[in-house]
């Protein structure tokens, strides 16, 4: 089946630094990428929808300065969390869809974040 | 816009007993809906998931889901439960969109196996 990766697995960080999270699709081409952001005991919050080539498209109550999110390639999205703050720790998920099939999602391992 | 609700936070069951996680969604139409698992740390595995058809669906580890148009329902089923299978389980929706859909998750429900 499809493999999404995503590195690190976990990362901790001083407050005011900035993060990179890398997910990957590594069998397949993924014109769509989703990152998620899920709390303890909670369920995953769709952060930002983004299209290979073009700008990201953030829901509402995220900012986009913040989480920047960028795809460049039809293999790789990051999210960069910048000038990271405690409140930033959570565990993000990012999800491919597979380009010829456009309605499966495959999700990532996860990326721990922790600012400390 | 779709919800989904899945009513138990927490469902308890022994070993080798039978499960039904319960989902369900507001929409006016059929969406797809699909079941995730999640083990501790991890990210999110497909379970199963209904486009058409069949309204009950085999998924993988022995799972199944049955789609009940009547009662906006897609429950998750498994006859016996084996420890392994303790783990955070997510519906979702997704509305279709031309081909395509963006999914929306239920809060989880948290199934603890006994022995």
């Known amino acids: 089946g499809a493999v999404v990766s995503q590195h690190p697995s976990r990362v901790i960080c001083k407050s005011g630094t900035s993060v990179k999270i890398e997910c990957r699709s590594l069998?397949?081409?993924?014109?769509?990428m989703f990152w998620y952001r899920q709390f303890p005991k909670k369920s995953l919050m769709l952060m930002a929808t983004s299209n290979e080539g073009s700008k990201a498209t953030y829901e509402q109550g995220v900012e986009k300065d913040k989480f920047l999110i960028n795809h460049a390639s039809l293999t790789l999205s990051t999210l960069t969390v910048t000038s990271a703050h405690p409140e930033d720790s959570s565990f993000y998920i990012c999800?491919?869809?597979?380009?010829?099939?456009?309605?499966?999602?495959?999700f990532g391992p996860g990326t721990r974040l922790l600012v400390l | 816009a779709q919800s989904v609700t899945q009513p138990d936070i927490h469902i308890t069951v022994s070993e080798g007993a039978s499960l039904e996680l319960r989902c369900n969604y507001s929409y006016g139409a059929t969406p797809y809906l699909f079941w995730y698992v999640q083990s501790p740390g991890q990210g999110l595995q497909l379970l199963l998931k209904?486009?058409?058809?069949?309204?009950l669906v085999q998924g993988i580890k022995g799972f199944e889901a049955e789609f009940k148009r009547s009662q906006s329902s897609f429950n998750l089923r498994k006859p016996s439960v084996h420890w392994s299978d303790a783990a955070e389980y997510f519906c979702a929706v997704g509305v279709p969109s031309g081909g395509s859909y963006i999914p929306t998750f239920g809060r989880g429900t948290s199934l603890i196996v006994h022995p």
């Open positions: 069998d397949f081409q993924a014109t769509t």
């Open positions: 999800s491919a869809r597979d380009r010829g099939r456009t309605v499966t999602q495959y």
């Open positions: 209904y486009f058409s058809g069949d309204t």
